[in-house]
């Protein structure tokens, strides 16, 4: 009888390098990337930067002594918000990004109390700036 009529099995035997884990030869069959440091992305930087001219700028307005002092300090709100409206968005993106993963509950819970703080900073910012927006028109 030949082998054409024999069917074949549906469950073949792995080969035997497949079970190996270390070849004889020194070789490792799987490739796994160097793992290297945390990289600190481009948007953290640029948000790090805009927090801090921000806050920068508000406390600059705060201490000016003029008569256009309130519009001003009025803009710098605005701009305190929006800095921290992103910073509150970059770190939502982060945490679901970083919920796909595993290992990286304690660093995410920090990222998301962060975030939660920029909303908050944004808001009251928010709130700020209309309430001197009203002074400023009224007192004109």
Known sequence: MTDRRASRDPYPAPPRRANREYDDSGYDDRYEPPERGRRISPG????????????????????????????????????????FAAL???????VWRAGRERGNGGRMLLVA????????????????????????????
């Open 88 to 94: 509150a968005v970059y770190c939502l993106r982060s």
């Open 44 to 83: 953290a930087v640029f948000l790090v930067i805009a927090v801090i001219g921000s806050v920068a700028f508000t406390a600059y307005f705060l201490t000016v002594r003029e008569a256009t002092q309130i519009p001003l300090l009025a803009g710098a709100s605005v701009v305190l918000a929006i800095v």
């Open 113 to 140: 109390l962060v975030g939660g703080f920029a909303a908050i900073a944004a808001a009251g910012a928010a709130a700020w700036a209309i309430i001197l927006f009203q002074l400023a028109t009224t007192a004109a």
